[in-house]
């Protein structure tokens, strides 16, 4: 029998160079990259810095890290910011103009919300009813390009009271997140929006893709095809698209997550050539777990870093030849490197093309400041607390340390048992695949 899998080895290489590039084998926490074509739904790589293997003195493991638990993955990763797109692509599709301007106070207390059920209310006491942005210097006015460049949290919160949890979450179903990489059903909370769901690299990788693909949502597929020792096909999943979102959506989305790397958080993540990018930034509350996630025309890769178990802080650390100091890792200092190395080599050779995108103007404000430093990653939801029911929802409780127990329990698969599937040769999968699920939000 022959299987013929959708990965390509050059890109494979480069991923799997990338990671264990930037993370030893030996650090306290792993990183996993998946690489996913637009469009078309093919996965090209997964990648991840332990080797496959049970021997764990040698940090070897049979879990993927890339995967959701039934795909013999772990129980997945809360994203931060790396999910405020979700939001925005709902808001735009809904009509809202991505010059809609929101007061973004510091701190504000989580607004009553529809949900697709009723209505969430905000029962919480003391800092679990309210959310902050990370600096006290981040203050709006601001207009949406602004705000995803600084991931300005309580702008989001805002913008989601206007559009509706139950939007959101529908615009996630069609991005393909319906439930947690755990396989849990995910709650309309207001700290979605801040990332605290626990997801996989291949579905956030998807959701990139798909914004790559001008709303063009395609299922994920690992196998081209499968034939006999007699040459006969062997059926096998094929992907299913749709068009999650229209493409002046897609245009006025791809115009906002070009400005994050172009003046944001993303800002040091350039390509070779000058090649566009677009893309996020994510990091959750005690950086336990950091994202970068984007995409070209041609590739849209996500990059998740952090402990296996999800319980590494990754401040005062040294991960790979880099160490990170009181202020900690960051998505674009730890996770972005790594997107950044595997994108340069993945690319190489490929011709350079342009996002479709929309002219949107930047706000003329009365009393203009200095513009501050771009921040080095996502702090969104470190000062975030409360928005949750009491005793926190599946996939996340409050950012910022919100209601104890908010998350799904941290474990992923006990003593580094496939869940399902099928495995992946060795370097394609390993890592430690646990969960995290401490009830804390995303960062920018």
């Not at 106070?105 to 059920?117: E, K, L, V």
């Not at 906002?256 to 959750?284: C, D, M, P």
Request: charged letters at 15%; aromatic letters at 6%; a neutral charge.
């Amino acid at each position: 029998m022959n299987i013929y899998t959708t990965l390509d080895p050059d890109k494979q290489a480069a991923a799997q160079n990338a990671v264990t590039t930037k993370v030893k084998v030996t650090d306290p926490v792993s990183a996993a990259a998946t690489m996913m074509e637009p469009g078309s739904g093919k996965i090209l790589a997964m990648a991840q810095t332990r080797p496959y293997g049970l021997d764990q003195n040698k940090n070897q493991t049979v879990v993927n890290l890339n995967v959701d638990a039934a795909m013999g993955g772990g129980n997945g990763f809360q994203t931060g910011s790396t999910f405020k797109p979700v939001l925005a692509a709902a808001a735009l599709e809904s009509g809202m103009s991505a010059t809609q301007p929101f007061p973004s106070q510091n701190r504000i207390d989580y607004p009553t919300m529809s949900t697709c059920s009723g209505t969430w209310k905000n029962t919480a006491k003391g800092k679990d009813r309210s959310v902050g942005n990370e600096s006290e210097s981040e203050v709006g006015p601001y207009e949406l390009k602004e705000a995803m460049a600084r991931s300005v949290n309580t702008y989001f919160v805002q913008m989601e009271a206007q559009v509706g949890l139950c939007a959101m979450k529908q615009m996630a179903n069609k991005l393909g997140i319906s439930q947690t990489a755990k396989g849990d059903p995910f709650v309309e909370v207001p700290s979605m929006v801040l990332g605290t769901l626990e997801l996989s690299p291949l579905t956030m990788a998807n959701v990139y893709a798909t914004f790559a693909a001008r709303g063009k949502y395609c299922t994920p597929i690992a196998i081209n095809k499968i034939t006999t020792v007699d040459g006969k096909d062997v059926k096998v999943p094929q992907s299913t698209c749709n068009q999650a979102y229209s493409e002046s959506t897609a245009d006025n989305l791809n115009a906002v997550l070009l400005n994050v790397t172009e003046k944001g958080t993303g800002a040091s993540l350039g390509l070779e050539g000058g090649r566009q990018i677009a893309g996020k930034t994510g990091t959750t509350d005690e950086k336990k777990a950091a994202w970068f996630s984007g995409y070209t025309p041609q590739l849209a890769t996500s990059v998740w870093l952090g402990g296996p178990a999800g319980g590494v802080k990754m401040k005062n650390i040294k991960i790979g030849d880099t160490y990170y100091g009181s202020d900690g890792v960051f998505g674009a200092t730890g996770p972005g490197p790594i997107w950044q190395m595997a994108m340069n080599q993945a690319l190489r050779g490929a011709p350079l093309e342009t996002l479709p995108t929309v002219n949107i103007p930047d706000p003329v404000k009365a009393d203009p400041t200095p513009p501050a430093t771009p921040p080095n990653g996502d702090a969104a939801a470190a000062t975030a607390t409360g928005g949750g029911n009491p005793g926190g929802n599946p996939g996340g409780g409050n950012p910022g340390g919100g209601n104890p127990g908010g998350g799904n329990p941290g474990g992923g698969n006990p003593g580094g048992m496939i869940g399902g599937g099928f495995t992946f040769p060795p370097g394609v999968i390993g890592g430690n695949g646990n969960g995290n699920g401490n009830g804390n939000g995303g960062r920018h």
